[in-house]
C-alpha cells in the first residue's frame, strides 16, 4: 500500500509539474499575453487534465508572479510594470552585446553560418510582413550567440532574465511599420557577422533592442498614467 501510495503522489506531482511548464511557456512565448484571463476550466479542457494539477500549477504560476488574480474568480496574465520592464531589458540589451562580443571569439564556422542563417530569416519576415517569423529569428539569434559565447554564468543569468514575467515579447505587441523603424541594420549586422566584429554586432543588436524598449516603455508608462488619473 506504501508503495503503491508514492506512486500515486509521483504520478500527481509529475503530471502538475507538466501543466506548470505548459501553462510557463504559453506566458513566455506570448501564446498568453500580458492581461489575458484564465480559469482552472479552461485549462482543464485546454490541457485534457483533472483539476487538482492544474490548481497545483496555477498556484505555483501565482507565488512566481507570472498570474495575478484568486482562486474561483479566476487569473489573468501578470502586466508587468514600466519599471520591471526597464530593469529586466537593461540587463539583458547588455548580455546580448556582451554575448555576441565574445561568441565572435568562439565560434566556429558551422556556428557562424547559424547566425548568418538567423539573420537571413529576420530579413525574410520583414520584407514578407510577418512579424512573429522577424520576432522568432530575433529571440533565436539571441539565444544562439548565448550559447556560442561558451560563457555559462552569461547562459545562466541570459535564461533567468527571459524567463521573468516581466520579460515580454517587445515584437509582439506593435505593427509592422513600427517594427520596421525599430529594427536592427540587418546589412550592418551581417557584415559584422562575417568580418568577426562581435562588438559592432553586439552595438547593432543593443541598438535594436533599446528603441523597441523606448517605445514600450512609452506605452506603458502612458497606461500607468491614465490608470493613476
Same mark, same amino acid.
Given at each position: ?5 508514492a ?9 502538475s509539474a507538466s ?6 511557456q ?5 501564446e498568453?499575453p ?14 485534457g487534465?483533472s483539476r ?9 504560476l ?10 474561483y474568480?479566476?487569473y ?19 548580455l546580448?552585446?556582451?554575448?555576441l562580443?565574445?561568441a $565572435? %571569439? @568562439? *565560434?566556429?564556422?558551422?556556428q =557562424?553560418? +547559424? &547566425? ?5 530569416a !529576420?530579413? /525574410?519576415?520583414?520584407?514578407e ?5 522577424y ?14 559565447s561558451?560563457?555559462?554564468t552569461?547562459a545562466?543569468?541570459?535564461d ?10 517587445l ?6 511599420i513600427?517594427?520596421k523603424?525599430r529594427?536592427?541594420d540587418?546589412t ?10 562581435g562588438?559592432?554586432a553586439g ?5 535594436? $533592442? %533599446? @528603441? *523597441?524598449?523606448?517605445?514600450? =516603455?512609452? +506605452? &506603458?508608462?502612458?497606461k500607468?498614467?491614465? !490608470?493613476? /488619473?
Amino acid at each position: 500500500m506504501a508503495a503503491e501510495s508514492a506512486l500515486k503522489t509521483l504520478q500527481r506531482h509529475t503530471l502538475s509539474a507538466s501543466v506548470y511548464a505548459s501553462i510557463k511557456q504559453a506566458i513566455i512565448s506570448g501564446e498568453l499575453p500580458p492581461g489575458s484571463r484564465i480559469t482552472e476550466k479552461m485549462l482543464e479542457q485546454t490541457l485534457g487534465v483533472s483539476r487538482s494539477p492544474v490548481r497545483e500549477a496555477i498556484a505555483r504560476l501565482a507565488q512566481e508572479g507570472y498570474l495575478i488574480g484568486k482562486a474561483y474568480k479566476g487569473y489573468r496574465v501578470n502586466h508587468p510594470t514600466a519599471r520591471e520592464v526597464r530593469e529586466i531589458y537593461e540587463v539583458l540589451i547588455a548580455l546580448t552585446e556582451l554575448s555576441l562580443t565574445l561568441a $565572435m %571569439q @568562439r *565560434a566556429d564556422d558551422e556556428q =557562424l553560418s +547559424e &547566425l548568418l542563417a538567423l539573420v537571413e530569416a !529576420m530579413e /525574410r519576415g520583414l520584407a514578407e510582413g510577418r512579424i512573429s517569423e522577424y520576432g522568432v529569428a530575433v529571440a533565436n539569434f539571441r539565444r544562439r550567440a548565448v550559447a556560442f559565447s561558451q560563457n555559462e554564468t552569461l547562459a545562466r543569468l541570459y535564461d533567468q532574465l527571459v524567463n521573468q514575467p516581466a520579460h515580454i515579447k517587445l515584437w509582439a505587441i506593435d505593427d509592422l511599420i513600427a517594427v520596421k523603424r525599430r529594427a536592427p541594420d540587418l546589412t550592418r549586422l551581417r557584415l559584422a557577422l562575417l568580418e568577426g566584429d562581435g562588438a559592432t554586432a553586439g552595438r547593432v543588436m543593443a541598438d535594436k $533592442m %533599446q @528603441r *523597441a524598449l523606448n517605445d514600450v =516603455l512609452a +506605452e &506603458l508608462e502612458e497606461k500607468e498614467a491614465n !490608470m493613476s /488619473r
